[in-house]
T-cell receptor, first 115, second 116 residues
Framework: QQQVKQSPQSLIVQKGGIPIINCAYE??????FPWYQQFPGKGPALLIA?????SEKKEGRFTISFNKSAKQFSLHIMDSQPGDSATYFC??????????????FGKGTHLIIQP | DAGVIQSPRHEVTEMGQEVTLRCKPI?????LFWYRQTMMRGLELLIY????????DSGMPEDRFSAKMPNASFSTLKIQPSEPRDSAVYFC??????????????FGQGTRLTVV
C-alpha cells in the first residue's frame, strides 16, 4: 500500500517557468511533510518542509502549498533554473511519543529545466 | 561535522556472499534510519533505531537482512546470503529527536550495491 502518491513521474519546464509537483497522502496521523532534492550519485537533501498547522510555506524560490482537508501538498519552484534539474521526493512522517519515525516517500519526480 | 558517512560507496559481490554496509551518523543524533532505493520501488524504509534500539524493522525484506547499532556512532546493515535482486542504493540517515520533535533527516551519500 503506497501511503504517499506523487505526480508527475517526470516534468520538463523551460527556464523561468514554475514546475509544480503534487503529492497526496493517506495517513491523517502524519504531522511533518518534507520535500527532498536528489542529484545523481548523491543522497537526498532536505529542501523545504511544512507541518499541517499552516497552509503555505516559502523559502526562497521554493513554496509548499498544503491542503489538510484534501490530504494533498505540492511543491512550486519559482523562476526555475537549469541547476534545479534533479529528482524531487515528497515525504511524510509521524512523530510517535517514543521518538522519530521513518519517512514515507513518494516515488519521485524527475525534473528537467531546459535553458 | 562531516555529515552522515557511509562505506563503502560501491560494492560489487557475487550472489551468495555476505555483504556488510556501514554507517556513521552525525554526532549527537539519536535516531538512525536505513533506506533502500531502486527504480521500481523508490525509497523504502528498511529499519530504524532510536537511542541504538531497533524500533521498527517491518521494512526489512527478508531474514537475509539484519541491522545492528552497537553504539551511538556506528550501525551496520548485513545481507547474508546476497541475491541479485538486492542490487540497489542503500542510504543511511540520522536525526535528532528532542523529545517532542525531530530535526530534519540528513542522508549519507549511499552505498551502491551490485550483486552479480
Amino acid at each position: 500500500q503506497q501511503q504517499v502518491k506523487q505526480s508527475p513521474q517526470s516534468l520538463i519546464v523551460q527556464k523561468g517557468g514554475i514546475p509544480i509537483i503534487n503529492c497526496a497522502y493517506e495517513n491523517t496521523a502524519f504531522d511533518y511533510f518534507p520535500w527532498y532534492q536528489q542529484f545523481p550519485g548523491k543522497g537526498p537533501a532536505l529542501l523545504i518542509a511544512i507541518r499541517p498547522d499552516v497552509s503555505e510555506k516559502k523559502e526562497g524560490r521554493f513554496t509548499i502549498s498544503f491542503n489538510k482537508s484534501a490530504k494533498q501538498f505540492s511543491l512550486h519552484i519559482m523562476d526555475s533554473q537549469p541547476g534545479d534539474s534533479a529528482t524531487y521526493f515528497c515525504a511524510a512522517r509521524l512523530t510517535s511519543g517514543g521518538g522519530a519515525d521513518g519517512l514515507t516517500f513518494g516515488k519521485g519526480t524527475h525534473l528537467i529545466i531546459q535553458p | 561535522d562531516a555529515g552522515v558517512i557511509q562505506s563503502p560507496r560501491h560494492e560489487v559481490t557475487e550472489m551468495g556472499q555476505e555483504v556488510t554496509l556501514r554507517c556513521k551518523p552525525i554526532s549527537g543524533h539519536n535516531s538512525l534510519f536505513w533506506y533502500r532505493q531502486t527504480m521500481m520501488r523508490g525509497l523504502e524504509l528498511l529499519i530504524y533505531f532510536n537511542n541504538n534500539v531497533p524500533i521498527d524493522d517491518s521494512g526489512m525484506p527478508e531474514d537475509r537482512f539484519s541491522a545492528k547499532m552497537p553504539n551511538a556512532s556506528f550501525s551496520t546493515l548485513k545481507i547474508q546470503p546476497s541475491e541479485p535482486r538486492d542490487s540497489a542504493v542503500y542510504f543511511c540517515a540520522s536525526t535528532l529527536f528532542t523529545g517532542t520533535r525531530n530535526t530534519e533527516a540528513f542522508f549519507g551519500q549511499g552505498t551502491r550495491l551490485t550483486v552479480v
